[in-house]
């Protein structure tokens, strides 16, 4: 629909038809704008883009998996472990507890990630600092250790320790159930990348 005065910006948003409204730059002050016009301030929507708020993240309560982009596995306590030094693995989705995550704000941008069926933490072992430093489950510290930033990287997230900067990794790269998980320098590859769903 034209309004006089007006080209139309756009409609709905992220290549949606439709929206609660539609968008206006009042270009003229009467008359309606030539087609020449209108597909001119069109190209240059198109070329900048405009995108919707993504949704918050994370959602206070809410219990998630986070799956390995490149083997598609889970985050998984080794053998539904609840003790402290718990290891942490990848295993095939079971759906249940031991895979399942909740994110809570530590200030700063960082995150505690709470394993639901243990209540440990993702903990930095024994604050190392070198690449295959284990991750593990512990009681909370309130610590950088047991801190974590969340970066979105394209669909997918990486999940860097505070205290040390590295990134949560796949050991070796590998596919297997049980394959532990550790803390590795930014490679920027699918080993080091989760999706991260309810």
């Known amino acids: 629909m034209q309004k006089e005065g007006a080209i139309v910006l756009g409609t709905g948003g992220d290549n949606s038809n439709g929206s609660d409204g539609s968008f206006f730059e009042g270009v003229m002050t009467a008359g309606y704008p030539t087609d020449a016009a209108d597909n001119a301030v069109q190209a ?39 003790p402290n030094g718990t290891s942490v693995d990848l295993w095939a989705s079971l759906g249940n507890t031991c895979q399942q995550w909740k994110f809570a704000s530590a200030g700063n941008g960082h995150y505690t990630i709470t394993n639901v069926n243990s209540g440990t933490v993702l903990d930095d072992k024994n604050c190392g600092s070198s690449n ?17 930033d969340v970066t979105h990287v394209g669909s997918h997230y990486t999940i860097s320790n505070v205290n040390t900067g590295m990134t ?17 320098q930014q ?4 080993c080091q990348q989760w999706d991260i769903a309810p």
């Open 132 to 148: 295959g430093t284990a991750v593990q489950l512990w009681a909370s510290l309130g610590n950088n250790c047991q801190q974590w």
């Open 44 to 82: 240059n929507i198109t070329s900048v883009g405009y995108t919707t708020p993504a949704a918050t993240f994370p959602v206070a309560g809410t219990a998630y998996r986070l799956t390995n982009t490149n083997s598609g596995k889970v985050l998984d306590a080794v053998n539904c472990g609840t």
């Open 187 to 190: 490679l920027d590859n699918a």
């Open 168 to 184: 949560l990794d796949v050991t070796n790269c590998a596919t297997a159930n049980g394959t532990l998980v550790r803390q590795w």
